[in-house]
């Protein structure tokens, strides 16, 4: 089968990485994916325009349903090659519900903008998958299509660390998660190393925030930055990512509060327990077993989140054992052949 991704790519954030796995773990099953559009150096993607030989088409869509590469006129051609049985959305950023609003975080602007994206959708594929395991909406697939790769794998406690945490990522709406972990760490700042945080808006707006009017989404407190000594990195491009994230001995797992009050997954959910590194997540115990197993657990900040980073180095062997069994537990049940096997039933169906 070959499959046709439909996905506005960028260079140093969203999707590519995982999109990549997808790529290898088609041709591992015999399959094809390309991504619709023409090869660009900087996000290297098998590209195609070659919709005609295409079996099914999965638009990917995160920060909007528009097409990077045309508009409508390569919608219609899309649409008019591929029976709508055949197209699948994944609705990656949870939009294909009503306007929600959580801890000044939204979803849309306005109701009348959900409605729009919901009316899109609607008009591609009878098929909305959205990367939760409980969506709100009745007719939405539960399908976690960021996942795992193997091959993405550093060895852990293979070097010395530059940095005691990193995090790489950007601050759209994620301030209020960070500021959570580096007040818990506030206490114990003096008895540790280098933190620093790769990603724009940590710094101040980027340029886009401004005419897309999101400045508040890229909020974040500057001056406290600098008290806690915290360095502000450039953005690097998805293939250094993991390589990044194992300069250092912990790195969080932060989510919007919208992703969190919905449970949606993120590409960083799994790629940063392929760094070495220990990953740590600011999120419900239970939510972080429902994907790692139970013993992933373990690795929800507790209240004294201090000590927990204090635990993790001091104790490098315990955690890096930990890491190991949750690696094997993610290569068995949310690797990228395991997804590609389901998106498959999926269009199928």
């Known amino acids: ?17 995982i999109i990549q796995g997808y790529c290898q773990a088609a041709k591992a099953l015999g399959h094809e994916i390309a991504v619709y559009g023409r090869p660009n ?20 869509f995160e920060w909007t349903t528009q097409l990077l590469q045309g508009d409508a006129l390569d919608l219609v051609r899309l649409v008019n090659k591929i029976p709508r049985r055949r197209r699948v ?15 000044g975080d939204y979803n849309h602007r306005s109701a009348a903008e959900a409605q729009q994206w919901i009316a899109i959708c609607d008009s591609l594929s009878d098929k909305i998958c959205q990367p939760t395991l409980s969506p709100l909406r009745r007719t939405v697939r539960p399908f976690l299509f960021y996942s795992y790769n193997p091959a993405w794998e550093r060895p852990l406690l293979a070097s010395p660390k530059e940095f005691s945490m990193i995090y790489v990522g950007h601050s759209k709406f994620r301030w209020r998660p960070m500021l959570a972990i580096l007040r818990s760490i506030e206490p114990i700042r003096s008895q540790l190393g280098r933190i620093a945080l790769l990603g724009y808006g940590w710094t ?23 008290k806690l000594d915290v360095e502000m990195l450039e953005p690097v491009p998805f293939e250094h990512v993991i390589d990044w994230m194992s300069k250092a001995n912990i790195n969080p797992v932060i989510t919007r509060p919208t992703f969190r009050a919905l449970r949606l997954v993120t590409p960083r959910f799994f790629e940063t327990f392929a760094a070495d590194t220990i990953p740590i997540f600011n999120l419900d115990p239970e939510h972080v077993a429902q994907i790692y197993g139970p013993e992933g657990a373990e690795l ?41 096997k389901e998106l498959i039933e999926i269009i199928e169906s």
Request: net charge negative; charged share 20%.
């Open 204 to 226: 101040g707006l980027p340029e886009w925030a401004v005419p897309m009017r999101l400045e508040s989404a890229y909020y974040s407190d500057l001056a406290f930055l600098r």
């Open 1 to 17: 089968m070959r499959l046709m991704f439909v996905y506005w790519a960028f260079e140093n954030q969203g999707s590519g990485l």
């Open 300 to 340: 929800a900040l507790s209240d004294n989140g201090g000590a927990m980073f204090l635990d993790i180095l001091s104790r490098p062997a315990h955690y890096a054992g930990l890491s190991h069994s949750i690696r094997r537990h993610l290569a068995s049940h949310h690797s990228q052949l395991v997804r590609l």
């Open 41 to 60: 150096a900087k996000i290297p993607l098998n590209y195609s325009l070659d919709i005609e030989s295409a079996d099914a088409v999965v638009f990917v």
């Open 89 to 103: 959305i994944l609705d990656g950023d949870g939009n294909y519900n009503d306007l929600m609003e959580v801890e």
